[in-house]
């Protein structure tokens, strides 16, 4: 399979986070009614595919389903897909004989992620089923291939998610994970963006650094590193008492913060992750987590995901992403504001569709703002290491210098994962107490 395929994917939908997040689809508490979901079907195992049936002329809707039963033993009925080409589905009913829906969970531009019960192994597993769309498709078979690689090379399981099985049902890609617990950012909305204690932000680091660090070892490229796609193992967790919310009584709900029962996480969503090559332009990672070299269009390789890393970990240590913007020159003006200037050796080789934002040899800032709004927004933030000390009790110094190696501008002065696992901030045992 040509892994270019994957440069077709239509990337806008990564520059869409907003600011103060908006509730995503599977925040809105679930209504008793049939759901748009994925797919179902019998267990193909590794098969490629089979033509699925015609649709019958006495279509059943999602609607009527909780009326008149499911199909509980079986497959359920035939229904169209949805104008986006998602699966149609009802809960409670069978995904192949082997899997019952149980819950939907996620939702994204691929398709949706159902939380299903495993008849054959009696577990909870989450099943992504990808949109019946070709593009879609081929980046699910890419994403297999990659999930393949890594439990080959993963003897341990302990890095990345887990592929158990894939099949394809309807024209539906479907993939069964393990289940694991809420995302980074979940995990971080549910505690009202509240930030991580810096030992637990210290285990997290340790872990994603050595996942990437294996996974970049394998000449693999994951190239959408974001709090969405770093996994708690567990979604057990206990309140604690939030002593920094000095406003707030211990009766109130507000002076208690969560955390993590376990430090233990797994990264998911393999669907953009490529092999390096040389001459990889195109726009990858989501706006917030997207390296300068990449907004440059100067080429990208391994470096993209150790700069991701770097913002991932901010935003533990403060409970916000660092780079709240969706436009280039912004958030090349953001990043001179928290980093310093941009090394004049990488705006002297922009391509041409970053020209507009380089004048005289410099970032065309303030002047190419968009609006005075911008300009606030920008100058409001702080340099890192004042940021890093407002929110960090101890080990700042170290996280800071540790932070600004993978925060370099220049990707070839970048720390690589393996040297970042050597730094002080994780070997210095005798200044953490």
């Known amino acids: 399979m040509e892994m270019e395929r994957v440069t077709e994917f239509p990337f806008s939908n990564l520059d869409r986070r907003p600011r103060k997040r908006a509730r995503l689809g599977w925040d809105v508490p679930q209504v008793p009614k049939a759901q748009v979901g994925l797919f179902c079907g019998q267990e193909v195992g590794n098969v490629t595919s089979f033509a699925p049936p015609?649709?019958?002329?006495?279509?059943?809707?999602?609607?009527?389903?909780?009326?008149?039963?499911?199909?509980?033993?079986?497959?359920?009925?035939?229904?169209?897909?949805?104008?986006?080409?998602?699966?149609?589905?009802?809960?409670?009913?069978?995904?192949?004989s082997r899997y019952k829906i149980h819950s939907k969970m996620g939702e994204g531009t691929f398709g949706q992620v159902l939380e299903c019960w495993d008849r054959e192994r009696k577990e909870m597993v989450a099943i992504k089923i990808v949109r019946g769309i070709k593009k879609y498709r081929e980046a699910a078979m890419i994403e297999i291939e990659v999930l393949q690689q890594l439990a080959k090379h993963d003897k341990g399981g302990n890095r990345c998610v887990q592929i158990r099985n894939w099949f394809d049902y309807r024209n539906h890609i479907c993939i069964v994970f393990e289940k694991l617990g809420s995302s980074l950012y979940d995990f971080l909305r549910k505690n009202n963006y509240r930030s991580f204690p810096i030992d637990l932000v210290r285990e997290i680091a340790r872990q994603l650094l050595e996942c990437i660090a294996f996974m970049h070892d394998l000449c693999m490229i994951h190239t959408d590193l974001k709090p969405e796609n770093v996994l708690l193992v567990s979604s057990e967790y206990i309140k604690v008492p939030d002593y920094k919310s000095s406003l707030h009584t211990p009766k109130d709900s507000s002076y208690f913060k969560r955390m993590p029962k376990s430090s233990a996480i797994k990264v998911i969503d393999f669907g953009s992750t490529t092999y390096e090559r040389p001459d990889q332009n195109y726009i990858v990672s989501t706006r917030h987590y997207r390296a300068p070299e990449v907004i440059l269009g100067l080429g990208w390789t391994y470096p993209c995901d150790i700069w991701s890393v770097g913002c991932i970990l901010v935003e533990l240590c403060t409970g916000e992403a660092l780079f709240q913007t969706h436009e280039n020159l912004e958030h090349l003006a953001m990043m001179e504001r928290v980093l310093g200037p941009l090394p004049q050796h990488m705006l002297k080789r922009v391509d041409r569709h970053a020209e507009k934002y380089v004048r005289r040899g410099r970032l065309d800032w303030p002047e190419g703002a968009a609006s005075r709004?911008?300009?606030?927004?920008?100058?409001?933030?702080?340099?890192?290491?004042?940021?890093?000390?407002?929110?960090?009790?101890?080990?700042?110094?170290?996280?800071?210098?540790?932070?600004?190696?993978?925060?370099?501008?220049?990707?070839t002065d970048r720390l690589t994962a393996r040297e970042a696992l050597r730094h002080p901030f994780f070997t210095r045992d005798h200044l953490r107490r």
């Open 54 to 96: 015609r649709a019958p002329s006495d279509h059943v809707t999602s609607s009527s389903l909780f009326v008149k039963g499911v199909a509980r033993n079986g497959s359920p009925p035939w229904r169209e897909d949805d104008k986006d080409g998602h699966y149609m589905f009802a809960l409670g009913e069978n995904l192949t």
């Open 373 to 411: 709004e911008s300009i606030k927004s920008v100058m409001k933030l702080p340099r890192l290491q004042n940021l890093i000390m407002q929110h960090v009790d101890h080990s700042a110094g170290d996280l800071t210098h540790l932070l600004q190696g993978l925060l370099r501008y220049d990707p």
